[in-house]
């Protein structure tokens, strides 16, 4: 009777009892026994203040990168650390200039220490043409190629882009840990070419601004002010446009003009997949080096966009404007006229001639009347000593 009820009692634990998975991972192994769990998040640390941006704070949305820190792994995942919780730390809606940290998070349950060498960040889907966050992030280098590894006997491989960066080395069984992985920018599609403010023949300014977008998208309904000037204006992927403008006045201080972009850009590196599917590698935004071998990150569960960085509508603003330096014909006349009085010969290697057809013509009206008194003088000579031929002195020969 004893035995009996023993048996029961076991076999009351074993069904209800947590399922333990052995780690049989030795680096060429299959990863479905992998018990290194790991995942990445998204942060900002606190709302975004960027030179020369403004935009609304209403429309920024991201986790505070000191909370994420101070978090744990399970924080973000569940089914024992294998699935990636959407919509926690995942998205970034912020302007151009935000830097957007990358916080690695880890747990070693494998009974053992291993050694992490390598953690490569995924930055697009193995078809990067449906999403690749090198388009919104200013990523200086990365890589474009393929992570293989094994899963429940298949072999698995995941394309695309990613960022590589070192491990975390040994780690003894146990550990876990919240690890700053990286910090980016969000991009600004605009840029401000070249700005000319040049003084006018009426005593005001002519306004030259080359606007240049400098990335692959279009960019729809961009609205240029300067004080009472307004301009709105679309842009092609990577066209130039040049805002022209006048003011009737010279001011000291010719102030800022600014760019609104209501273009709202957004880009997703990751795709989940069906809950308890761990094959589907475009669900999984990070993996490491194990012991040798590829072992991924917890998968994102249910199938939706994540791992997502938003640009929202904002106001750029640019430096403020100053008078480009032109030269005046009033002042090539002066140089001419100065050189002259002082005896030296026009055309010396001292006066710079003027390059347009204006300055021109004060040079050879110069020349002009130079001749003509040069001419003047000689006929006056000639005249004169016709008529006085006894004041010449002769000479005979012998």
Partial sequence: MFRKILKMILYFF?????????????????TSSNQYSQTIAFGVNGYPEIENI??????????????ILNSNLE????????RRIPMVADHIDAPPGTQVDIVYLYRNSTGHSVDISEIDWVLSRNIKENGDLTQILDIPEFVDGNLGFKYSAQNLIKSGIYREYAGLGNISNGGSGAYSLDSVSIKNPLSIDD????ANGSGGVDFKIYIQNTSNEYLNNLKFTYGSFEKTFNLAANQEHIVEFSIPEISEKLGSFEIYNPNV????????SPYYTYT?????????YRDGGIIPGASVQPERESFCIKRIPYTMISQPMVLSETKHIENIEASVVEEEETGDVLG????????????VWPLLGLLVVDVLLWYSWYILRRNYESKNTNSRICTKSK
């Fill in 14 to 30: 074993i069904i209800f009892a947590t399922p333990v998975y052995a780690d049989n991972f030795d680096g060429n192994g299959d």
């Fill in 280 to 288: 589907q590698t475009d669900a999984i935004p990070v993996y490491a």
């Fill in 195 to 198: 700005i000319q403010a040049t």
């Fill in 348 to 359: 010396t290697s001292d006066i710079v001639l003027p390059k347009t057809g204006r300055g």
């Fill in 54 to 67: 403004r935009y609304n704070k209403g429309d920024f949305l991201a986790e505070n990168t000191e909370s």
């Fill in 75 to 82: 924080s973000f995942t569940d089914f024992d650390n294998t």
């Fill in 265 to 272: 850009k957004q880009v997703c590196a990751i795709y989940g």
